[in-house]
C-alpha cells in the first residue's frame, strides 16, 4: 500500500523531462538564445509572424534589464543575507507579507484537518460502521481530487484574486455548516434513558444524562485501573451511559456479542444529522480545491525578485508547514477544549480573516510579468 504512493511520483519525474527552465534563470547564465525560445513556447508564438515574435523581444529585453539591475543592486549591497536584504525594501516587504500570509491561512483555514482527520469527523458525525467512515472519507478525498481541475480551468480566465476570494466565501459557509452539524447533533444527542445499576459502573459515566456528554467522559481515576473513559451502550431509541476499558470494552454492554441489538459507542452518537456534516465536508473540499490549494502556491511563484524567489519561496514553505503541524496536533484536543462546534467556528473566523487579508493586501496577477507586479507592489496597487 505504502509502495502505491510512489506512482504519482515517478510520473512526476518522468514529467520532469517536458519541463521548460524559467526564461529568468536561463538570463542569469547568459542563455538569452534559450531563454528566447522558452518564453515563444510559453506565450504560443513560435513559428508565428514577426510581429508576434517581437513582442517576445521586448518581453526578453526587460528581463535582460531587470535582470542586470537586479545583480548591481546585490552588488552594492555586498553578501548579506538575503531575506535581510528583501525585508529592507517596501515592496519584497510586502511581497513576504503576501506569500506568508497565504500559506499560513491556507493550513489555518482547517483543510489539514478535513484531509487527515475525514475518517474521525465522519464517524464524530454519528456514521457507526468503521468500513462506511472510510468510503466515506475516500468520496471526500475524490471531491478534493475533481474539484482541482475547476481551479486549472478557471484561474488564468477569472485571475487569482476572484478564485481566492469565491474559493473562502464557500470555505467559510462549509465550516459554517459543519459547526451548525455538529451543534445540532449535540442539542439532539440520545438521552441515558435508564443509568446503568450495576456498582462497578464509574460516577463520571453514571451521572451523565446525555450520549454527547457521555462519550466527552475521560476519567482520571477510578476503583477499577482499567477504566479509561465512557462509552453509549445504546439498543434502538434507548441508551446508557457506562465505564470503557482501557482495551475498548465494557463488561457492562452486551454489544461483544454478534447477535446482540447492543452496540457500545465510544466516540460517536447515533444520530440522524450525520448528512449535515458530510454535506459540510464535501461542499468545503469542492470550495477549497480549485482557490485556496493552488493559488497561494501559484501567487508564491510570481511575487518575489529574482535574486530572492528562492529565500521568500522558502520562508513561505517553512510557514505552511509550520501552521500544518500546529493545526494537526491540536484539532483533536480542540474538539475536545472548544467542542466540536466550537472548533469548526474557530475555523469558520479564520478562513474570514483570511477573506479579509485577500481583499486588503494580494494584487492581481494574472497575464503580469514581474516587472509590472513589482511596480503593483511599490505602489501598493
Known amino acids: 500500500m505504502l509502495g502505491l504512493a510512489g506512482l ?55 528581463i535582460v534589464a531587470k535582470h542586470r539591475e537586479e545583480m548591481r543592486v546585490m552588488a ?18 510586502r511581497a ?43 468520496a471526500t478525498a475524490g471531491t478534493n481530487f475533481f474539484a482541482c481541475f475547476i481551479g486549472l480551468s478557471l484561474v488564468e480566465r477569472i485571475g487569482r484574486r476572484p478564485l481566492l476570494i469565491g474559493s473562502l466565501c464557500g470555505v467559510i459557509a462549509s465550516l459554517a455548516v459543519l459547526a451548525v452539524g455538529f451543534q445540532i447533533i449535540r442539542d439532539n444527542s440520545m438521552p441515558v434513558a435508564f443509568p446503568s445499576p450495576l456498582q462497578n459502573n464509574t460516577r463520571q ?10 462519550i466527552s467522559q475521560h476519567p482520571t481515576s477510578s476503583k477499577l485501573d482499567s477504566i479509561v473513559s465512557c462509552g453509549f451502550c445504546y439498543s434502538g431509541s434507548n441508551g446508557t451511559c457506562v465505564s470503557v476499558s482501557r482495551s475498548g470494552n465494557s463488561s457492562l454492554c452486551p454489544a461483544t456479542s454478534q447477535t446482540s441489538s447492543w452496540f457500545l459507542a465510544k466516540d ?26 493552488p493559488v497561494p502556491w501559484l501567487i508564491n511563484s510570481e511575487i518575489y525578485p529574482l535574486w530572492g524567489r528562492s529565500a521568500g519561496s522558502g520562508l513561505a514553505t517553512c510557514v ?16 475536545e477544549l472548544l467542542t466540536k462546534h466550537g472548533t469548526y467556528w474557530l475555523f469558520a473566523s479564520l478562513a474570514t480573516l483570511a477573506l479579509l487579508f485577500v481583499i486588503k493586501f494580494v494584487p492581481e496577477t494574472k497575464g503580469k510579468s514581474l516587472e509590472e507586479i513589482e511596480f503593483m507592489l511599490e505602489n501598493n496597487i
Open 268 to 293: 460517536f452518537c447515533p444520530t440522524p444529522y450525520a448528512w449535515i456534516v458530510l454535506t459540510g465536508l464535501i461542499t468545503y473540499l469542492a470550495f477549497f480545491s480549485p482557490g485556496m490549494a
Open 205 to 214: 459515566c453514571f451521572v451523565q444524562s446525555t450520549c454527547d456528554s457521555c
Open 8 to 62: 504519482p511520483a515517478l510520473l512526476q519525474i518522468l514529467c520532469f523531462a517536458w519541463l521548460p527552465e524559467s526564461p529568468r534563470w536561463l538570463v542569469a547564465r547568459e542563455r538569452l538564445g534559450a531563454a528566447r525560445t522558452v518564453l515563444e513556447r510559453l506565450r504560443g508564438v513560435a513559428g508565428s509572424s514577426d510581429a508576434e515574435s517581437d513582442v517576445v523581444d521586448v518581453e526578453l529585453k526587460e
Open 320 to 335: 505552511n508547514w509550520t501552521c500544518n503541524l500546529l493545526v494537526s496536533l491540536t484539532f483533536l484536543s480542540l474538539t
Open 96 to 138: 513576504l507579507l503576501i506569500g506568508c500570509g497565504l500559506q499560513a491561512f491556507q493550513q489555518l483555514s482547517g483543510i489539514n484537518t478535513v484531509m487527515y482527520y475525514s475518517a474521525s469527523i465522519v464517524k464524530m458525525a454519528g456514521v457507526r460502521d468503521d468500513a462506511m467512515a472510510v468510503w466515506l472519507s475516500a
Open 76 to 93: 552594492d549591497r555586498g553578501p548579506r543575507p538575503i531575506l535581510l536584504q528583501m525585508l529592507e525594501q517596501p515592496w519584497t516587504r
